[in-house]
């Protein structure tokens, strides 16, 4: 267990669905990152937030979005899903002292 | 941005000999370089990192080398065990602010028992 907790593991649902992703970061970690993994493909940043505030978007759609709550605990909104929206989806955190990122175990996001 | 590339994207060892992975980055200022190990069906597992201010690091049967003159960074795996067979994943950052970590496009290496 890594300390960051992702639910739900596997999540099947219909295009044009909205569906929500959530994420715990371990315990005392202020950021939250968000990670889209399709099939063979590497690890492509979507949106970091640190302690309630977006910090840095990347490559992420105009259908999806994010937030971070006061408990620290992070949402990633994904709308109007289209089939190429099916991948993994991997949250991860970090600290104000520790340079690498805590991966969670990720969801499995499937459109049919 | 950074860039981070990755070679090879397939790599096929067989068990007891070493593995290299390279990768080469883009940004001058990234001062940060971890390795991640992706198990199928896990999420990715930092195994070892290593900072600038140093060119290598070992731990146990890993070591990552640091040329930060021809910017490539470099994981290398001796007397490799089927356990060994993962997906590995290099990344960079420049560690101020939070910033994000860019990951090379991934390395899927197999012990060939």
């Known amino acids: 267990d890594s300390g960051v907790t992702q639910t739900p593991k596997h999540l099947i649902t219909a295009t044009g669905q909205r569906v929500t992703l959530r994420c715990s970061p371990r315990s005392g970690d202020l950021s939250v990152y968000w990670y889209q993994q399709s099939l063979d493909q590497g690890l492509q940043f979507l949106i970091h937030y640190y302690n309630g505030e977006e910090r840095a978007k990347g490559n992420i759609l105009e259908r999806f979005s994010a937030q971070q709550f006061p408990d620290l605990h992070s949402e990633l909104n994904l709308s109007s899903l289209e089939l190429g929206d099916s991948a993994l989806y991997f949250c991860?955190?970090?600290?104000?002292?520790?340079?690498?990122?805590?991966f969670g175990s990720g969801t499995r996001l499937t459109v049919v | 941005g950074e860039n981070v590339e990755q070679h090879p994207s397939t790599l096929s060892v067989q068990e007891g000999d070493s593995a290299v992975i390279k990768c080469t980055y883009s940004d001058s200022a990234s001062n940060y370089f971890p390795w991640y190990k992706q198990e199928l069906g896990k999420g990715p597992q930092l195994i070892i990192d290593?900072?600038?201010?140093?060119g290598e690091k070992k731990d146990q049967r890993i070591a990552v080398t640091l040329n930060k003159t021809a910017k490539h960074f470099s994981l290398h795996i001796t007397e490799t065990q089927p356990e060994d067979s993962a997906v590995y994943f290099c990344a960079a950052k420049v560690n101020f602010g939070n910033e994000k970590l860019t990951f090379g496009t991934g390395t899927r290496l197999t012990i060939i028992p």
């Open positions: 290593i900072r600038s201010n140093v």
């Open positions: 991860a955190s970090s600290g104000e002292t520790k340079y690498g990122y805590t």
